[in-house]
């Protein structure tokens, strides 16, 4: 059974970082690109970030690149996705999820987590 397990969100002001973990279970952790998406209430799920299988690129939505980083390592089956410079707009649950490759559509995603809140104050 795959498990995605997300931690590490919270409430913080803005300016603030805050590093999420995504553990996995179940599966070949290093066959998979993993990947984070969020969504905030009323809107769609939007794709932040991507990481290929080795760690040997990744893929950042505009609105992030320069202040969130994504990392991984797949000797503990874990990836991390480093928010700093925390604003408003970022607030949302943020899910990881694990797919054959790196996309921006969530659909091409096979395992997902159950999220894990960040909200950030102003």
């Known amino acids: 059974q795959v498990q995605l397990v997300e931690s590490g969100g919270g409430l913080v002001q803005a300016g603030d970082s805050l590093r999420l973990s995504c553990a996995a279970s179940?599966?070949?952790?290093?066959?998979?690109?993993m990947g984070w998406f969020r969504q905030a209430p009323g809107k769609e799920r939007e794709f932040v970030v991507c990481i290929s299988r080795t760690g040997s690129n990744t893929y950042y939505a505009d609105s992030v690149k320069g202040r969130f980083t994504i990392s991984r390592d797949n000797s503990k089956n874990t990836a991390w996705l480093q928010m700093n410079s925390l604003k408003p707009e970022d607030t949302a649950v943020y899910y990881c999820?694990?797919?054959?490759?790196?996309?921006?559509?969530?659909?091409?995603?096979?395992?997902w987590g159950h999220g894990t809140q960040v909200t950030v104050s102003s």
């Open positions: 179940g599966l070949r952790f290093n066959s998979y690109s």
């Open positions: 999820a694990a797919s054959s490759s790196c996309y921006s559509d969530p659909l091409r995603y096979n395992y």
